[in-house]
């Protein structure tokens, strides 16, 4: 089955920068739609950031925009998320998700199949 795998995420000071990577396996499609979303205890999951598959189209937060940066290198089958200038309410548990079905970038989290376990993400002050 697919297999999506966070990594990169830890503590940091506020106005750190992490990189967060995200390896997807085990997929038979060839071309796919991704995101990054987080959640915080309580907290419903937040979209971040999405991606085209050719990396030509991001869509962003306004929350993190000109923060965040998405990217992916297709040959290793890896997205990544670039964070600077964090802050603590950055912190949360951050997940990568991937669709090969959806025909456009979505924010929704309903819309994407494969998720991944999540990364934890802390930001202090």
């Known amino acids: 089955q697919v297999h999506l795998d966070e990594s990169g995420g830890g503590l940091v000071q506020a106005g750190g920068s992490l990189r967060l990577s995200c390896t997807i396996s085990g997929h038979t499609f060839s071309r796919y739609y991704s995101g990054w979303f987080r959640q915080a205890p309580g907290k419903k999951r937040e979209f971040v950031a999405a991606?085209?598959?050719?990396?030509?189209?991001?869509y962003y937060a306004d929350s993190v925009k000109g923060r965040f940066t998405i990217s992916r290198d297709g040959a290793k089958n890896t997205v990544y998320l670039q964070m600077n200038s964090l802050k603590p309410e950055d912190t949360a548990v951050y997940y990568c998700?991937?669709?090969?079905?959806?025909?456009?970038?979505?924010?929704?989290?309903?819309?994407?199949?494969?998720w991944g376990q999540g990364t934890q993400v802390t930001v202090s002050s």
């Open positions: 998700a991937a669709s090969s079905l959806i025909g456009t970038m979505t924010t929704s989290p309903y819309d994407y199949e494969h």
């Open positions: 991606m085209a598959w050719s990396g030509a189209n991001t």
